[in-house]
Nanobody, 127 residues
Framework: QVELTETGGGLVQAGGSLTLSCIGF????????VAWFRQAPGKDREFVGG????????NYGDSVKGRFTVSRDYAKNTVYLQMTNLKPGDTAVYYC????????????????????WGQGTQVTVSS
């Protein structure tokens, strides 16, 4: 069993930066692939980016490529989402999710393939 907690959300101006953290509690968190998703009001949940359990493979949604970076610190059981050049369209609740066993790289973009979810953290980008 793994529990996930996201931190770091907040209000930021367009063009600014923000880093979210996903802390994993539980056995073998570091063997899980971890991804970030987001959901804006009235919209479907969207894949943002993910990092494989090995740390070697990452992938990103088209809307954030070149602006967002996913990384992980195994010693701290933490996965990060560094967001730069933020836009109002990035406003959403951001969730981290973990997939047991890691899966085949790169991280899957399908939310139903993730086994554990955090409670989410709000990111608001003002224009």
């Amino acid at each position: 069993q793994v529990e996930l907690t996201e931190t770091g959300g907040g209000l930021v101006q367009a063009g600014g930066s923000l880093t979210l953290s996903c802390i994993g509690f539980g056995t073998f968190f570091n063997t899980h692939t971890v991804a970030w998703f987001r959901q804006a009001p009235g919209k479907d949940r969207e894949f943002v980016g993910g990092i494989h359990s090995t740390g070697d493979a990452r992938n990103y949604g088209d809307s954030v490529k070149g602006r967002f970076t996913v990384s992980r610190d195994y010693a701290k059981n933490t996965v990060y989402l560094q967001m730069t050049n933020l836009k109002p369209g990035d406003t959403a609740v951001y969730y981290c999710a973990a997939q047991r066993g890691g899966g085949i790289p790169p991280p899957t973009m399908h939310s139903f393939e993730y086994d554990y979810w955090g409670q989410g953290t709000q990111v608001t980008v003002s224009s």
